[in-house]
């Protein structure tokens, strides 16, 4: 018989830190503030399993379920782990202030809360590499969540995933910490466990387990747990099936030697590590993500010490023209007329530094290339415009190419990479 460490399973749904643990809609307090909690709670599942067009509604629904029952510390979790993903998953500098705020709240109410992981991880987001001593507390926390309850999955998740992002020049930072433990912990948790509302736990430890070995620049262990995630079996249930087998096609991905970490292969399927444990695919869901099935750049071998060769191009953007500093940038970059506007190589947000963004790729291939850019001012994913299908928020493209009844040819919008000093300016209107 398995110990698994008197790790709770119950009412709680344990899942990735950066997703969410679920509780029993049953112990919300009250009966009819329990129902607008336990709404807030349902819709943030959906945006979990990958609709995107939910948040804003979700986080309306906790918001009122906050002020209506303020001291429920079930619903203001979920709440902060809203504002969490919008600020993990959209680069949302006011949403990572909101999880902060919303965390250090739950912590005056409880200071044994689990908040006390995810309010050390926001810490480390709202440094921003310029507050060396918010950036000392998140450790801190995070470290002090695990001394205190070694068998807490949302500590050792927290303090694991927040590593696995950091730039590397931040590592330091940690100390001599290593994700692997942690992330080996939370694998053998999983091993086995079904769950409806986190139908791929077990597959995304064992990924994320793959990603801290490749910080150890061990091949070997980094390409045995991929295989380990790719050998878990599929769920039963449709949706369910459908995003696993969108998850099983990055996995391989990385496998095959994309240079692409697994977040950023997420993140260039419209997706971010919050969406891995619970992702279904549903003609919704579908329509909400933002490349999918876009291909990810040439392969290799899989080696993290590969430093890019010679002739590898890099691409500074600098992107001119914002009206307002509110939401972010978002930035697409496509190598063919066929992938224009449906398959970038590469993808990425761009927080706004005084009315500018700038974006930089290292590693491209010499070629011809193009570029989207958008300004999502609402940080929702999607360029929003009106019924008859014309933007609503600021938008260009590289050349500064503008199409007359659509959006410009890849002809008109593309540009040469044959170097390391390609530097292109784009103007947003």
Known sequence: MRNRQSIRIGTLILTLALGTI????????????????????LTFLEVLAGDQTKFQLAVRQLEQAAATVPTDAHNLFTLGRAYFYDAVAHNNLSSAEKAERTFARILELNPKHDALAFHGSVLTILSQGKDPEKFRKGIEEMNRMVQQDPN????????????????????????NYDPVEDLEFASHAFEGIESHYAPHAEVGSKTF????YLLRRDVGKAQAAFKAALAVPLPSEAGAKAGRMLLQDLIQKRLNGSDQSFNELLGQAGLSSCNTCHLRISERIQSSLTGATAAGPATKNLDPS??????????????????STEGLIRVALFDSEKAFLHSPVKAGIVPIEQSRGHWQVKGLLPGTYALAVYHDRNSNGNLDSNMLGIPLEPYGFSNNARGVLGPPSFGEACFQVAGPNTRI?????
């Open 22 to 41: 679920a509780f029993s809609p049953g112990e919300a307090a009250g009966n009819q503030p329990g129902d607008v909690v336990k709404q807030g709670w």
């Open 152 to 175: 807490n999955l949302n500590g050792r998740f927290s303090r694991s995933l927040t590593a696995l992002g950091l730039p590397p020049q931040a590592r330091p930072g940690m100390g």
């Open 209 to 212: 387990v793959g990603e801290a």
């Open 306 to 323: 590969r430093a890019p060769a010679d002739t590898d191009g890099e691409l500074r953007v600098e992107i001119i023209g914002l009206k």
């Open 425 to 429: 300016e784009v103007r947003l209107q």
